[in-house]
């Protein structure tokens, strides 16, 4: 069995300062994990993946997440926020190598990014 | 390589009506999934195609079914249209099963 609760569904950041968006797991083996982000009318664009190698891992635009086995975590973070950021971002988890019924998405955190 | 492509992007209907949305994979990608996203339940699974056979099934009702055809291109059916059936439909591929997948912009269909 697996879950995923993604802890806050709104996070309000200014622009120029860093970025958290958390995200808990729950999975009976070792799971692969995924941010994906979606913006307005737009569909989900992968960030970046969690497959058992390094547990700091590095996205595109500057994101990255750490998956921390003894919390349960894959928070993702960016140093630095920028306007283009605001959308909504979606923690994913799966069993590797099994078929897409697997895939468990959280409910979505709102990223608004203040001027 | 081009991405994954859907159409129609939107769409109208009335309860009781069919509708049919279509999905084109990325280049070498011969997994098809259905995602239905609406904002009371989230993303839902619908289902799985792989080399033109439905691989896995989410829980969704019969109206829903779905196709691949031997370009890995896949069609999704919505039978006696519901009005909860309103919802964004998204298509992901992938080269195989199991894989990272790359999800296309998504139908958004009305009923009324």
Redesign the interface.
């Known amino acids: 069995a697996q879950s995923v609760t993604q802890l806050d569904s709104h996070v309000s950041v200014s622009e120029g300062t860093p970025v958290l968006l958390r995200c808990n797991y729950s999975s009976s083996y070792s799971p692969s994990l995924f941010w994906y982000v979606q913006h307005p009318n737009k569909g989900l664009q992968l960030l970046l993946k969690y497959t058992s190698a390094a547990t700091l891992v590095k996205g595109i635009n500057g994101f990255e997440a750490e998956f921390k086995k003894s919390e349960t975590s894959f928070h993702l973070t960016k140093p630095s926020a920028h306007m283009s950021d605001a959308a909504e971002y979606f923690c994913v988890v799966t069993r590797p190598n099994f078929g897409n019924e697997k895939l468990t998405f959280g409910t979505g955190t709102r990223l608004t990014i203040i001027p | 390589k081009a991405g994954?492509t859907?159409t129609p992007r939107y769409l109208i209907k009335t309860r009781g009506q069919q509708v049919t949305l279509s999905c084109s994979p990325i280049s070498g990608h011969r997994?098809v999934?259905w995602y239905q996203q609406t904002p009371g339940q989230?993303?839902q699974?619908l289902f799985?195609y792989f080399s033109e056979t439905q691989?896995?099934?989410?829980n969704f009702p019969g109206r829903f079914s779905g196709r691949q055809f031997s370009n890995s291109r896949s069609e999704m059916n919505v039978s006696t249209l519901e009005l909860g059936d309103s919802a964004l439909y998204?298509c992901?591929t992938?080269p195989g099963?199991?894989e990272?997948?790359?999800?296309?912009?998504?139908t958004?269909l009305l009923v009324l």
């Open positions: 994954v859907q997994s999934s989230g993303l699974f799985e691989r896995n099934k989410g998204l992901a992938s099963q199991g990272t997948q790359y999800f296309g912009p998504g958004r």
